[in-house]
């Protein structure tokens, strides 16, 4: 089973941008897409993006243009660029991979 580390998450305003970044252990990296997921206070947990380990990306409408999903194989590594960010985007963040999830990032975009 994958044991997945999130990190870079934080306060940031209006039209600013973060990255976050999901290390995956354990489990072979290279089978299933990794995926963001966020969930907002009141609200079920939802798709952000996925990538798969040839690159095929997808996303959620809400993010498409703005949020960029990007994976570094040789370092097992995950990341999701948001840049544009909206109120609405404020959310915890999980990375998830063949059912096993991170703990999760706080991502809070306020002025």
């Known amino acids: 089973q994958a044991h997945l580390v999130e990190s870079g998450g934080g306060l940031v305003q209006p039209g600013g941008s973060l990255r976050l970044s999901c290390a995956h252990f354990?489990?072979?990296?290279?089978?299933?897409?990794m995926s963001w997921y966020r969930q907002a206070p009141g609200k079920q947990r939802e798709l952000v993006a996925s990538?798969?380990?040839?690159?095929?990306?997808n996303y959620a409408d809400s993010v498409k243009g703005r949020f960029t999903i990007s994976r570094d194989n040789a370092k097992n590594t995950v990341y999701l660029q948001m840049n544009s960010l909206k109120s609405e985007d404020t959310a915890i963040y999980y990375c998830?991979?063949?059912?096993?999830w991170g703990q999760g990032t706080q991502v809070t975009v306020s002025s």
């Open positions: 354990g489990a072979m990296f290279n089978i299933y897409p």
């Open positions: 990538i798969t380990y040839g690159g095929n990306t």
């Open positions: 998830s991979y063949d059912g096993s």
